[in-house]
């Protein structure tokens, strides 16, 4: 099963995995501007078929204080990603940013042989969200010694 996760923002990570038989390879992955993915993200979607998680993007108080312009590119790349999969009629699913962050932090991408397979924290955050998506629907069960992380990006 092919799974897009997506870190939406200012610059957008992507980043696309392969899964089956307890086995993980990213086949795509790159960081781009807002206004890039909605192309990109149909172009993969009507290549192959594909289920995207996505970060949902939370707005608190500090989100306010914090991030300007790069609080509204990731509610307008999330709006793109939402419109794409509609019309791909691809599944899109929203995630907490802290439930991935937990549950697939630095040192476990280190011990599954991930962190090298991508670039920067965009990408590593669509990691992430992707590699979250696939233990939640019991894809993977998430452990180092199931996972075969091969890079063909």
């Known amino acids: 099963m ?22 993980i390879t990213v086949v795509g992955r790159q960081h781009i501007g807002s206004l890039q993915v909605g192309n990109l993200l149909w172009a993969e979607l009507t290549a192959a078929p594909a289920s995207v998680a996505m970060e949902r993007f939370n707005i608190s108080q500090r989100t306010l204080r914090d991030t300007r312009g790069g609080s509204l590119e990731a509610l307008y790349t999330i709006g793109v990603v939402r419109y794409v999969c509609a019309n791909a009629k691809a599944p899109c699913v929203l995630q907490e940013p802290a439930t991935a962050k937990h549950a697939l932090n630095d040192d476990v991408l280190r011990s599954l042989g991930f962190w090298d397979a991508v670039a920067g924290p965009h990408e590593r955050d669509a990691l992430r969200h992707a590699l979250l998506y696939a233990r939640t629907q019991k894809l993977w069960k998430g452990t180092p010694n199931e996972a075969h992380s091969h890079h063909h990006a």
């Open 2 to 23: 092919r799974i897009i996760g997506i870190d939406p923002g200012q610059t957008t990570g992507i980043v696309t995995i392969d899964v089956g038989d307890g086995d």
